[in-house]
């Protein structure tokens, strides 16, 4: 049982572990903190809590959970172990004899924690002021302000059941936010029937509470599930909730602040841009919005942050650990799934490699398109199944799979027109895409299926799978169209990938009609501020900027009926187009100013 009852008794225990920063000196909430959290999440450095933020006589704590080790304090265990232990649970309930009951005997405390308890808390009511909270503004091209790890709780208005998510607040004015519930939250449902009822949604966001609650509140938990029990799980001890001043809810009792309000109905004002985590911003469309009727707070509160942005941020470390939470159960609903991974480095819905044990021909392909309709796995974008001793996690495993075995001719699914992530631009068309699986398995497909030949190899210096050759040479051929090539690589053996600051889709139009080049299972153009040599930012450049339907370029495509097959090397133009957002950085003058200071308080640890 891990005793952490606030964010603040968390930040104390990290403090006497050392692995809290603090900053005396006064910080500005407009893209300094994005610099120095940036900078300590990708080292996966200590949590920082900024004691003087300009404008606010609150403390900001940020990079609160921006490492494994600090989830791992949280829970008490690895997020593995509560992997094991949820699929252990799954697999003895309903209980069919005795058995297995006593084998999970062990969770009864965790069970009965599940239930909140009721308590009355002495909070203090403060003016219902937005502009005097440590709001940040992340990045240069942002809206204003935001809330940006509000817990925001909101009750079904058909069946009381709860939902806590994690949704962005764009700051319009002191008692006035936008509520970007995306498509597919849990918020969002509750939020349409009550408009539908033409009346407006109580809701109450917490700002700053326990982790076992941060973490539960990111959880991708099935439509009904209660975060708020599933917390108390994760942390072995019930969930305090007390009642709410101005609406009618109870609220985590032992959160630092507490925001209640309504969001009414018809009612949708701009919200946006945002710098989000895909690394872009995000275009303003219009959201629901939120109107603040109290804030209440524990004494000596400290506000809580977080910074999104290109990866790795604090987001990757929580979206792993949530992930690792889930396999076994997903692995209980389809037994035939050895192990899956979605990368940070895409945004997580944008690649999700996936290990399939075939028990008949081609299963895994059924496994893959029942994945796509789960839960929030349902707005994944790209899914590669390889064989079930690939370890998905190995970037470097999976991209040898489909350098080996991949042929878009058959083992390429296009699945156009259907509901995406509402931040993925790449269609133009928000919450509407497209998605593709690539069948990376060897073998016919059959259950215990002889392996198929390997792709020929050898026009190309693609040399092992599996590495990623850092080659500083243009490609050749100045006279043709390479003229507009800056840089090229080969990405652990499966992609051809050149870097342009021209045309990308012609570039690899020609690319994928060279006989040079038709071996090469993918042949990937990515825009000149993709850094080649970066694994984590190559696959964000590659997986962030392309539509499956739109960008996707086939040497040459065979008609059967109503049936296309797409022939030879499978081009993907992934560079940056008109009418996409901006990818996000800081100002050169921010980055200037946080040079002069940080690196001497880091290393003074003051």
């Not at 959970?65 to 829970?75: C, D, G, N, V």
């Not at 009904?224 to 917390?231: H, Q, T």
């Not at 949708?268 to 009727?293: N, T, V």
Request: glycine content about 10%.
């Amino acid at each position: 049982m891990t005793g952490f009852r606030t964010l603040s008794d968390f930040l104390a225990h990290l403090e006497r572990r050392g692995d809290l920063l603090r900053i005396a000196r006064e910080v500005d909430p407009e893209y300094e903190v994005t610099e120095v959290a940036c900078r300590e999440a990708k080292a996966e450095g200590p949590a920082l809590l900024f004691e003087k933020v300009r404008g606010s006589r609150f403390p900001l704590a940020v990079n609160v959970l921006a490492a494994r080790r600090r989830i791992e304090w949280a829970l008490g265990r690895s997020p593995a172990q509560v992997g094991g232990e949820l699929a252990e649970l799954m697999r003895a309930l309903p209980p069919e004899r005795l058995a297995d009951l006593w084998r999970v005997r062990g969770y009864l405390k965790r069970g009965l924690a599940m239930r909140p308890r009721r308590v009355r808390a002495a909070r203090q009511e403060l003016p219902a002021d937005l502009t005097r909270l440590p709001n940040l503004k992340l990045w240069p091209g942002d809206g204003g302000c935001f809330v940006t790890f509000g817990l925001v709780l909101t009750a079904d208005p058909w069946t009381g059941r709860r939902n806590l998510g994690v949704y962005r607040m764009h700051v319009y004015d002191a008692e006035t936010t936008g509520m970007h519930w995306q498509i597919n939250k849990g918020g969002g449902y509750h939020y349409h029937r009550a408009e539908r009822m033409s009346e407006a949604l109580p809701v109450a966001v917490a700002v700053g509470a326990d982790p076992c609650l941060l973490l539960s509140a990111v959880a991708p938990l099935p439509e009904g599930m209660d975060e708020i029990a599933f917390a108390g799980f994760l942390r072995g001890s019930p969930t305090r909730l007390a009642r709410a001043q101005r609406i009618d809810a109870w609220v985590p009792a032992d959160a630092e602040f507490v925001l209640e309000g309504e969001v009414p109905p018809v009612e949708r004002r701009p919200e946006g841009p945002f710098g989000d985590h895909f690394g872009h911003y995000s275009h303003p469309a219009p959201f629901p919005i939120f109107r603040l009727q109290a804030v209440t707070c524990r004494e000596r509160p400290i506000y809580q942050a977080s910074v999104v942005g290109k990866p790795p941020q604090e987001d990757k470390y929580m979206g792993e650990a949530v992930q690792e939470f889930f396999d076994g159960v997903l692995r209980v609903l389809f037994p035939e799934v050895r192990a899956l991974w979605a990368y940070f480095e895409a945004g997580f819905h944008n690649l999700l490699a996936v290990a399939v044990e075939n028990r008949f021909a081609r299963e895994a392909r059924k496994t893959a398109l029942g994945l796509m309709g789960t839960g929030q796995l349902a707005l994944t974008k790209v899914i590669i199944l390889v064989d079930q001793d690939v370890d998905p996690r190995n970037r470097s495993a999976v991209f040898e799979a489909v350098a080996r075995h991949f042929d878009p001719a058959e083992d390429l699914i296009l699945i156009p027109g259907v509901p995406l992530d509402t931040l993925d631009f790449t269609s133009f068309t928000m919450n509407l895409g497209s998605k593709m699986i690539l069948d990376a398995q060897s073998g016919s497909g059959s259950a215990g299926g002889a392996a198929s030949p390997e792709r020929p190899r050898g026009r190309v210096p693609i040399a092992d799978p599996g590495t990623l050759i850092t080659q500083q040479a243009h490609v050749a051929d100045p006279r043709v169209f390479f003229r507009e090539v800056r840089d090229w690589r080969v990405a652990w053996g499966a992609m051809l990938v050149v870097q342009t600051a021209e045309n990308g889709r012609r570039l690899v139009e020609e690319m994928v009609a060279r006989p040079e080049y038709g071996d090469v299972p993918l042949i990937v153009a990515v825009s000149a501020d993709v850094p080649l040599d970066d694994p984590e930012l190559l696959l964000w450049g590659i997986f962030t900027r392309f539509d499956c339907a739109r960008d996707l370029v086939p040497h040459g495509v065979e008609s059967r009926g109503v049936w296309t097959t797409a022939r030879g090397p499978l081009g993907i133009d992934a560079t940056w187009k008109q009418g996409y957002p901006e990818p996000v950085e800081n100002l050169p003058q921010v980055v200037e100013r946080v040079n002069g200071w940080w690196p001497g308080m880091r290393l003074g640890g003051a």
